[in-house]
């Protein structure tokens, strides 16, 4: 399977403890972002890398989030002290950052903060 | 800002019934648009997308015109199937500056009875 990957697929932490998300994107993908999705909505835009460089976060990523592309291969989203509003489906695309840069998405990660 | 404004749902079809689900937009640039599709328990899959005034995207029967004079790209199919059950997603990608990220609606919800 050549398309975006995402893991865990599911994740229930307790209030206050850190998570980690692993996001692989198709190989040739230069460009990498995140989203977040509630229930019932679409997805929010979070940040991007091109390569390895993170080049844009929105308001939404608190100081409690962080992303990494070492090497500019997969990412990393973590979120520390986590809060039972940072229950969500979390997002991973990835484009070749051309022409119309279409974004290819993973299955996400369904977090649940308890 | 950039938003995406889409028909409220859900929307419940009896099989081979029309189906539209509406979809506007505001931009401050010159957007490119898509519909996502998201079948359930599975990621966002790109429907179809239009990346100028007056084109028309299609794929697997479904249609959308970008209107820029109406800021609309209705998507469209003449005949549903209980298998296009699913929530789908009208968005909108600016085609200048460095992100390029994805702005989305809400998601339309829909059923298709057999």
């Known amino acids: 399977d050549t398309g975006v990957s995402q893991n865990p697929r599911h994740k229930i932490t307790k209030r206050g403890q850190n998570v980690t998300f692993r996001c692989d994107p198709i190989?040739?993908?230069?460009?990498l972002y995140w989203y977040r999705q509630t229930l019932g909505q679409g997805p929010e835009f979070l940040t991007y890398?091109?390569?390895?460089?993170?080049?844009?976060k929105s308001r939404l990523l608190s100081d409690r989030f962080s992303a990494e592309r070492p090497k500019g291969s997969f990412s990393t989203l973590e979120i520390q002290r986590t809060e039972q509003g940072d229950s969500a489906m979390y997002l991973c695309a990835s484009s070749l950052g051309q022409g119309v840069n279409e974004q290819y998405f993973g299955p996400g990660t369904r977090l649940t903060v308890t | 800002g950039n938003s995406v404004t889409q028909m409220e749902g859900p929307v419940t079809l009896s099989e081979e019934a029309f189906l539209t689900i509406n979809c506007t937009y505001t931009a401050t640039g010159y957007p490119s648009l898509f519909w996502y599709v998201q079948y359930p328990g599975e990621g966002l899959q790109l429907l179809l997308k239009a990346t100028k005034a007056d084109d028309k995207g299609s794929n697997k029967g479904f249609e959308a015109t970008y209107r820029k004079e109406t800021t609309s790209f209705h998507l469209e199919k003449g005949s549903v199937q209980v298998s296009d059950s699913a929530v789908y997603f009208c968005a909108l990608t600016l085609t200048s500056g460095s992100a390029r990220q994805l702005t989305f609606g809400s998601g339309t919800q829909l059923t298709v009875l057999p």
């Open positions: 890398f091109q390569n390895e460089a993170q080049l844009e």
């Open positions: 190989s040739e993908h230069n460009r």
